[in-house]
């Protein structure tokens, strides 16, 4: 936080120190997650890097805004494939949410739950409240949906990394971290 206050003090610009430090309280970013470029950084979504450090030449955009639906950052998706982790072994059951037996969406739900963050019951409805991105910009913690060849979303894990996601497979099976075996998902991110 040190750092993220030093870089607000000498941003040259006085909306740049507004936005970081506005950010940082409200817990939007943490002080090691603005993305800061030598020269400038954008914050145009809300959801920045977390890979990234505050240089004390960081500066943020004039056209920097906040969306009133931000998503979880990539900290909360690191925190999401730990506790999914924690239900690894636990048997699949139809429609159960957990937190010894699971089902797919359930397993989501729950996991999310434990962060406070509400999910709808089944894949199809978590889908829909979810806001949708390419593969190219997913995350840990981000939601992976199945569909079939019509289009109904069928199945739901939570991306852990490397190609692979924590799901509840299918009767039968139980919940574990499995390699993602199609490239035809589609990305979601919780908001």
Known sequence: MNALLRAARTSPSPLGRFVIVLMVAVGLIGATSVAAAPAQASVATGVVS?????????TVSSRATVSSRATVSAGAG???????????GAPYQWGAVGPRRFDCSGLTMWVYARMGKRLPRTAAQQYAATVHIPSSARRPGDLVFFKTGSGYVHHVGIY?????IW??????????RARLWTRTVWYGRVR
């Open 78 to 88: 690191v925190r999401a494939v730990r506790i999914a982790a924690t239900r690894r």
């Open 167 to 176: 799901h509840a497979p299918h009767s039968g099976d139980h919940v574990r």
């Open 50 to 58: 977390s890979r990234t450090t505050v240089s004390s030449r960081a």
């Open 160 to 164: 852990a990394g490397a190609g692979t």
